[in-house]
């Protein structure tokens, strides 16, 4: 009974925009004292972002909802060489200072982390297990990278999301993204080993080629 409770308060708590938010900038379900990956989403992030070259140099990139930068830190280390501009955007407050303060000690410059992203234009977005959280109006946002590398969960039984939007299907993730070409990835396992399903892909904006007309 009393688990059934919990569960039904974290539930409206996290279906509702206010408290969403509270929850997010205060509390957060990973240890962020620590720099290792908390969860497999981001050991998938990682290994098919490296199996399939996404990171070029001079790369612009955006880690939305990046914790304590886990990620960014080990992708940076990984391409040590590629001179690139990363970005962490998160709400908590915790997990900001200790990415800020990890950056610090190990006297990285290239890592900034922010609570709100303003600028969405870069090479590429990385969205691991968080666009179930986000707005439409963000989402649509990222139309403005050139590359999307999405994880998340779809056909949903709960709905703990903030816009109560959710992903029934692959079609409806496929369709915050328009003019891209979408390249998936198969995994073999559920979403926390429940009925809930795991995306996996990667948007390449498609750039269209101007028609040139030659008189002969």
């Given amino acids: 009974m009393l688990k059934r409770f919990v569960k039904f308060v974290k539930n409206y708590i996290l279906s509702n925009k206010y408290f969403l938010k509270l929850y997010w900038t205060y509390f957060h379900v990973d240890n962020l004292n620590t720099f290792v990956f908390q969860n497999d989403k981001l050991k998938i992030a990682y290994e098919v972002i490296l199996f399939n070259n996404f990171i070029l140099e001079n790369y612009n990139i955006t880690d939305y909802g990046c914790a304590?930068?886990?990620?960014l830190f080990k992708l940076n280390s990984r391409f040590l060489n590629f001179n690139l501009k990363l970005t962490g955007i998160d709400y908590n407050i915790r997990a900001l200072e200790n990415a800020i303060a990890n950056s610090k000690k190990h006297e990285i410059n290239n890592i900034k982390f922010y609570k709100q992203c303003n600028n969405f234009e870069c090479d590429l977005i990385l969205s691991i297990a968080t666009i179930i959280y986000l707005d439409y109006a963000?989402?649509?946002k990222f139309n403005n990278a050139k590359n999307i590398f999405i994880i998340t969960?779809?056909?949903r039984t709960n709905t703990y999301v903030l816009?109560?939007?959710i992903f029934r299907s692959k079609a409806d993730i496929i369709s915050l993204f328009e003019g891209y070409r979408l390249t998936e990835f198969p995994v073999s396992t559920n979403w926390d080993n429940d009925l809930n399903l795991t995306f996996v892909g990667i948007f390449k904006k498609i750039i269209l080629t101007p028609l040139i007309i030659t008189n002969y």
């Fill in 138 to 140: 963000t989402l649509k």
């Fill in 153 to 155: 969960p779809y056909s």
């Fill in 163 to 165: 816009n109560k939007n």
């Fill in 68 to 71: 304590n930068g886990a990620l």
